[in-house]
């Protein structure tokens, strides 16, 4: 018996007395339960790469010995966390054109990991549908999907009822070993870097403290805790889970999709799902069943703001919006200073949702949770915001989508400018026959004789079906701008070198992991389809 399964027996036996209490529901006596775990950014492709690297052994075993099977799956536009979950936790097309966009009738900015745009958002879109969730438990998730547990709720404690601190003390334990265990670990690698520090100075001094924090805090501390948390779940036969590990995505953003780093995430990955499946073994009557999934991919890129030396959103409106002759360049502000505006803006949001907030800062750049602050600049009613490989214009003036033929009458040459201009891959915008594609110039319609930057591809139809849905969202921006294929390469207009939100295979293409008898939608062309055959495990 390991330790971690010494602690969850003591957890166990804490649980069953508490239920004797009649504190708590027991776990229900029939019908099936499933824990969904997500490893996030993973794509189809890197994730057979894993495994033919030998990355995730447990995973393989799976598939090879227990009857598993790999389900391919497309994520849609655009291939992001919020828009993959939002659709397959309620069922719903939802409005989210990005990780970070305009809300013109709101007249407010969506930034996920700002405190409450999250619930916002899934309060208005959700549209009272039942989340497949319900009654279960959320861990790393942008939405709850209807969840009682999420870890978001670590805000009750300061607000405590008498449920919440009942749960609040059986979750001690657990706690309490997630916090010795992680110690131990963080001290392992603050030990293992001062080694790399003396076997090569330069280079470690360069990666310097972010990666550091990076490592600690996702991989060591928040995938034990979540770990844990499930497993105390399943023993519990709570109905619905839905964990999110974030290692690779994050890592994957630092240093770029196939980076031995992101990839030696994997395995950790691998064995926190061996250490769930284990957990499940053991109380094989609550009947689990195991998925595993992605919610995108990402493509490697190049920063905007080392081809332009300053961001998308600042060139824009500086040479486009700009009045002639009344350009001013303002100095970059000292680091230091904008570091401490950064960790300011961050605390003075404290309060509720805390957590989901960090969460979600680990989700979209973790870097920028360390001093920058998001990539968004207004002029004379013209917004523009860069969200990763995507960016938008919103023109103010209307609070509807404008479509091309207002923009050009309004700004004329403005989005053929804009898509010949450097770092720049394709251009969207509305118009009255459908979205339009403008690539250096070149205005495409994005029908059977004319699929633009998608033409050679065998998946085309599907891409601009996306495309399709993608502009119908009144959130996206008037002007819908991509980084993928400019001429210097595949572009992100935040400082990553991993991004994700566009049309590319490697964004696009997912799977699910699940046993080989379940039946799902094949193939599966968007997550909208995951809906029914999650719900369908809360009606039976
Ligand atoms: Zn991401």
């Not at 919020?82 to 709101?106: C, E, N, T, W």
């Not at 094949?522 to 009606?539: D, W």
């Amino acid at each position: 018996m390991s330790l971690d399964e010494l602690v969850l027996l003591i957890q166990r036996l804490l649980d069953r007395a508490i239920r004797r209490l009649r504190l708590g529901r027991a776990p229900l006596p029939s019908g099936r339960r499933f824990v969904i775990v997500q490893i996030d950014g993973l794509s189809h492709a890197v994730f057979e790469q894993g495994l033919a690297e030998g990355r995730m052994p447990f995973l393989r075993h799976l598939l090879t010995r227990h009857g598993y099977r790999v389900e391919p799956m497309a994520v849609g536009l655009p291939s992001s966390t919020p828009a993959f979950q939002l659709s397959a936790m309620y069922g719903v097309r939802p409005d989210i054109p990005g990780f970070h966009y305009h809300d013109k009738r709101r007249r407010s900015d969506v930034y996920f990991p700002r405190g409450g745009d999250a619930a916002w958002v899934e309060q208005t879109q959700a549209a009272g549908r039942r989340g497949i969730l319900d009654g279960g438990s959320a861990y790393g998730c942008v939405f709850t999907g209807g969840a009682v547990n999420n870890l978001w709720s670590f805000a009750m404690l300061k607000r405590p009822t008498a449920r919440g601190v009942l749960r609040a003390f059986s979750a001690v334990v657990i706690l309490a070993w997630v916090i010795v265990k992680a110690t131990v670990l963080t001290v392992v690698e603050l030990g293992r870097a001062v080694l790399r520090l003396v076997a090569d100075p330069v280079g470690e001094t360069r990666r310097g403290w972010k990666w550091l924090a990076i490592k600690i805090g996702v991989s060591v501390w928040v995938r034990q805790l979540f770990t844990l948390a499930v497993a105390r779940d399943v023993y519990a036969g709570v109905p619905a889970i839905y964990v999110n590990y974030l290692d690779y995505d994050v890592l994957a953003h630092a240093y770029g999709p196939r980076h031995r780093r992101a990839m030696r995430s994997l395995r950790r990955v691998d064995r926190s799902i061996h250490q769930l499946w284990r957990t499940m073994r053991r109380v094989s009557e609550h009947r689990y069943d195991l998925y595993v999934l992605s919610d995108h991919g990402q493509l490697h890129c190049i920063p905007y703001v080392e081809l332009e030396g300053r961001g998308l959103e600042r060139v824009l409106i500086e040479n486009f919006f700009a009045p002639a002759g009344a350009q001013i360049v303002s100095p970059e502000a000292p680091r230091g200073r904008r570091l401490a505006r950064g960790i300011k803006a961050t605390r003075s949001h404290r309060a509720p949702g805390m957590w989901q907030r960090f969460v979600n800062y680990l989700e979209h750049d973790f870097p920028r949770l360390m001093g920058e602050l998001p990539e968004a600049r207004e002029k004379d009613g013209v917004r523009v915001i860069g969200a990763g490989p995507n960016a938008f214009v919103y023109f103010l003036e209307s609070v509807d989508g404008l479509e091309l033929e207002w923009i050009d009458r309004r700004w004329p040459g403005l989005a053929d400018e804009i898509s010949r201009s450097r770092g720049i891959g394709f251009v969207l915008v509305r118009s009255a026959a459908g979205p339009v594609c403008i690539t250096r110039g070149k205005r495409h319609r994005l029908d059977r004789n004319d699929g633009g930057p998608f033409a050679a591809r065998p998946d085309r139809a599907s891409v601009v079906t996306y495309v399709h849905d993608l502009m119908a969202m009144p959130s996206a921006g008037d002007l819908v701008i991509y980084g993928h294929d400019a001429p210097d390469g595949n572009v992100s207009y935040v400082a990553e070198i991993g991004a994700h939100a566009g049309p590319s295979s490697d964004e696009l293409y997912t799977f699910v992991v699940c046993r080989r008898e379940i039946e799902l939608p094949r193939p599966i062309t968007h997550p909208v389809e995951l809906y029914p055959h999650f719900l369908e495990y809360r009606v039976a």
